[in-house]
């Protein structure tokens, strides 16, 4: 559970109203945060589909694409650029967003919301039915979330990175891009390790690591070290804040 305070001008005064934030699914626009999943549930395309007009449906997608370069006179190769966003909640997340129910499919939602997240550098490609991966469901909150990966090549990929700064929403709901370091330095910690100790939206961390994992770009054992560092991480800062 978290607190947000918002503030509203009343005269000469401002006043603070404190609003209860429901947990809700990885990646929600409000910036409201799952701590888990225990009130979700995975559900096939079709079913979530189907769910009844009080729903509200959510897409968001991870791009990515090989690279040939490398750090440090190539003793560390880079394999692939995987791009996230910082989000103007301060949390790291997928670009995408809510789906109008005016839009013709999830995938025709989830592009508009590319260009006005991330600029015209998403004109070259788009994200295709092909690419949809999951979705998942919050009864409480009546709030599904659909779940795309889309490859790029490189030069798709920088298109991208370079004319976001120019995209309708930049410096409002995205405060820059990101790439996620793929690599673990020699000392243990630094490259994905310490990157994935940053605030993410919901399980936006999960999914990355899982896409990863399924993508091959991860093995299963890394993968495994990582979500056991990732427990150890929380503990900790449970044990912090207490």
Not at 49 to 54: D, E, K, M, S, T
Request: net charge neutral.
């Amino acid at each position: 559970m978290r607190w947000c305070v918002v503030f509203f001008a009343h005269g000469p005064c401002l006043q603070a109203l404190v609003v209860w934030c429901e947990n809700l699914l990885p990646n929600h626009v409000s910036g409201q945060k799952q701590s888990s999943m225990a009130t979700s549930n995975k559900v096939e395309l079709a079913e979530a589909l189907a769910l009844g007009p009080a729903w509200r449906h959510f897409s968001y997608v991870m791009l990515y694409a090989p690279t040939p370069r490398a750090l440090f006179g190539g003793r560390i190769p880079l394999r692939y650029a995987v791009l996230m966003h910082m989000r103007f909640d301060g949390r790291l997340g997928f670009p995408g967003g809510f789906v109008n129910d005016q839009c013709p499919s999830l995938e025709d939602g989830l592009n508009q919301e590319l260009l006005n997240k991330l600029g015209e550098g998403v004109s070259t490609f788009s994200v295709v039915h092909t690419d949809y991966r999951n979705s998942f469901t919050d009864a409480k909150s009546k709030v599904v979330v659909h779940f795309y990966v889309k490859c790029l090549t490189l030069e798709q990929l920088q298109a991208v990175e370079a004319r976001a700064p120019l995209a309708k929403d930049y410096g409002l709901e995205v405060f820059g891009l990101v790439r996620v370091p793929l690599y673990t330095l020699h000392d243990g910690v630094g490259g994905l390790p310490a990157f994935l100790e940053n605030s993410f939206i919901g399980t936006t961390r999960e999914q990355l690591l899982d896409a990863l994992q399924d993508l091959e770009i991860l093995d299963p054992q890394t993968v495994s070290v990582l979500k056991k560092r990732i427990a150890q991480h929380k503990q900790l800062l449970g044990l912090i804040g207490t």
